[in-house]
């Protein structure tokens, strides 16, 4: 495993609330990804990470928000959830020409 | 904009049958190619990776080629058993720029095999 982790791992929550997730790894790679995987549209990139509060939107960003304060964590925030933004949300870590190694993910079910 | 198509969406084998999993790409100006492999519930987990100037790349059981010209790749299993069952994934990255640490993902070919 390269040294990812995802919290939470499942989370239900309601329309209009915010939720956070939380990408942590052990690895120190400068690049960070959130990606989010829907049936019929397979994964999309979301956000990413090239340094410590360097964030850039990727193809899916509306509706959600990053921060990187340090190396190793990488938030992804749901400002006010809806229900399109019922996903499985992984986040995966790089070098700039290298493979990206994906984490187990996070099942997000807004109701 | 590139686009990753994958064919078949699903493909179901009998064990022991040697197969082939197709990748095309609108955009022949990539870095690189990879093929990853997704567990049901899992991660992605990276199996081959090509850069735009290799032809091929060979793991074990696994053979992946690509012609960027045409804009494709091709993943060949070999003697298939019923743990390569899976989704597999190709992903292109694109060349130069500011951001070709960008992935694009096809939608994946869900990979059965059967004892």
């Known amino acids: 495993d390269a040294g990812i982790t995802q919290s939470p791992r499942h989370k239900v929550t309601e329309t209009g609330t915010p939720v956070t997730l939380r990408c942590h790894q052990t690895e120190n790679h400068r690049y960070m990804y959130w990606y989010r995987q829907d049936p019929g549209h397979g994964l999309r990139l979301i956000h990413y990470s090239y340094g410590v509060k360097d964030t850039d939107k990727g193809e899916v960003s509306d509706g959600y928000s990053v921060s990187r304060s340090k190396t190793e964590d990488f938030l992804l925030t749901l400002e006010s959830a809806t229900s399109s933004q019922t996903s499985v949300y992984f986040c995966?870590?790089?070098?700039?020409?290298?493979?990206?190694?994906f984490g187990p993910g996070t099942r997000l079910l807004v109701l | 904009k590139q686009e990753v198509t994958q064919i078949p969406a699903a493909l179901s084998v009998p064990e022991g049958e040697n197969l082939v999993l197709n990748c095309s790409f609108t955009d022949s100006a990539i870095y690189n190619l990879q093929w990853f492999r997704q567990d049901p519930g899992k991660g992605l987990t990276s199996l081959l990776l090509i850069q735009s100037s290799q032809r091929e790349q060979t793991s074990g059981r696994l053979n992946a080629s690509l012609d960027k010209s045409s804009g494709r790749s091709t993943l060949y299993i070999a003697a298939s058993q019923p743990g390569d069952s899976a989704t597999y994934l190709c992903a292109v990255r694109p060349k130069g720029g500011g951001s070709n640490y960008k992935l694009t993902f096809g939608k994946g070919t869900l990979l059965t095999v059967n004892p």
């Open positions: 995966a870590i790089g070098d700039r020409e290298e493979t990206q190694y």
